[in-house]
């Protein structure tokens, strides 16, 4: 298989780039997301506190000690109204965004819980973790749709399609691959990433997914049929 078309590396930014704000944890930050409607921006870190900002100017909304363990990956769901972790303890759990109020938690991957994303139109959500499985779970509950073991190391990396009918997931092993949420099978496998990935995320025109790796490359593909 081929790897992904290599992309050069970006200019230094200029001058005038900075960042708007800067909020802080007491710890390394594993994860942060937007929600839906923009106006909200959840960050979790090493020291188990889920903390939710105004995206426009920065302040504090809320802070949750979430768990005693890392929040290794969060996702909102698709309405907004709901927020997802996961912890290096392999848990998931759920949250009211507006309340602050955990609604639920269960053991989902055996090792750390590295990446969680929300269909973005069906109560649907995909997680992947250390012990190398993608687990397909009813948004907001713990009830398992399926579990899926087509890679053999960590996942690294999961994203819905914009139209939510396809999920691609990356894995240490240096596997992609493409699945039918639809068809409920494996619809294709992507390209070999030689120097194992570390990220992945779908492009805006949803035909086209980029990877990042370890060696500091960035390349993408484009979906079979696109």
């Not at 970006?10 to 960042?19: D, E, I």
């Not at 997931?169 to 493409?178: C, E, K, L, N, Y």
């Not at 805006?204 to 997914?209: A, E, I, L, Q, S």
Request: charged fraction near 20%; include cysteine.
């Amino acid at each position: 298989s081929s790897s992904p078309s290599s992309r050069r590396r970006p200019s230094a930014p200029s001058r005038s780039s900075r960042l708007a704000f800067v909020v802080r944890h007491d710890s390394p930050v594993r994860c942060v997301a937007f929600s839906p409607d923009g106006k909200l921006i959840a960050s979790g870190g090493d020291d188990g506190a889920l903390r939710l900002w105004n995206a426009a100017d920065g302040k504090p909304v809320r802070t949750l000690k979430a768990d005693r363990h890392a929040i290794t990956a969060l996702t909102f769901g698709r309405k907004g109204g709901s927020l997802g972790t996961g912890s290096a303890d392999g848990t998931i759990r759920m949250w009211d965004a507006d309340t602050g109020v955990e609604k639920s938690k269960h053991v989902a991957h055996t090792g750390e819980v590295l990446c969680l994303a929300g269909h973005p139109d069906r109560p649907l959500a995909v997680s992947g973790g250390a012990d190398a499985m993608v687990k397909l779970w009813v948004a907001g509950s713990s009830k398992l749709d399926r579990t899926l073991t087509y890679h053999t190391k960590a996942i690294v990396g999961l994203a819905f399609g914009p139209d939510g009918r396809v999920f691609v997931s990356a894995s240490a092993d240096g596997s992609v691959r493409i699945y039918d949420v639809v068809q409920n099978r494996v619809r294709s496998n992507g390209p070999t990433v030689p120097r194992s990935p570390t990220c992945l995320t779908f492009l805006g025109d949803g035909r086209h997914v980029a990877v990042g790796d370890v060696a500091g490359n960035i390349g993408h593909f484009a979906l079979p049929g696109a």
